[in-house]
């Protein structure tokens, strides 16, 4: 058991949000709901206040307090993702379930959670000693919004961006 939990501040939706993360993210799962023994000024007396959840193994507990507090990017998910195909699922579930698109591999869930979707091909550059293909992949990563496997790698072959 960890000693450390995310605690994660809704206006209204953890429970929502929990069940999305479960089902989009391996690794993740849904525990208990608790709820408010009395009215407090974010909910009524037995409206869900908290729900338990883990994010790709990473313990979460999802507090719905009220509309006092917004996320923002100064916190985010980072998702590694193996290829094309995993980095398009997460980024297209969770833009196409409400959220926003954002640059460089970012984006938002309709909560306002940031999430970076990152494929290893990327990760792999930027810290893998060859300063100049890392520059050439950051370089094409600045034009994107959701990461293009297929760019970066030519980009780090040195193969110029856009290029058939």
Not at 31 to 41: E, M, T, V, W
Not at 96 to 116: A, L, P, R, T, V
Not at 128 to 148: C, N, Q, S
Request: net charge negative; with cysteine; charged share 25%.
């Amino acid at each position: 058991m960890t000693k450390a939990t995310l605690c994660l501040w809704y206006d209204k939706d953890a429970e929502e949000a929990a069940n999305f993360y479960a089902a989009t993210f391996p690794d993740s799962h849904v525990g208990a709901a608790h709820r408010a023994p009395a009215d407090n000024p974010s909910s009524p007396e037995g409206a869900v206040l908290t729900v338990e959840f883990t994010v790709l193994g990473f313990p979460c507990i999802g507090l719905n307090g009220g509309s006092t507090f917004k996320h923002s990017e100064a916190f985010s998910f980072q998702i590694d993702t193996r290829d094309q195909e995993e980095t398009d699922r997460y980024w297209n579930a969770i833009v196409g379930n409400g959220g926003q698109e954002s640059m460089c591999g970012w984006c938002k869930d309709k909560w306002g959670i940031s999430w970076q979707i990152t494929p290893r091909a990327l990760t792999e550059v930027m810290t893998g000693g060859d300063k100049a293909a890392a520059k050439r992949a950051f370089e094409a990563m600045m034009t994107m919004k959701k990461i293009d496997v297929a760019t970066i790698e030519a980009a780090i072959r040195g193969e110029e961006v856009g290029a058939a």
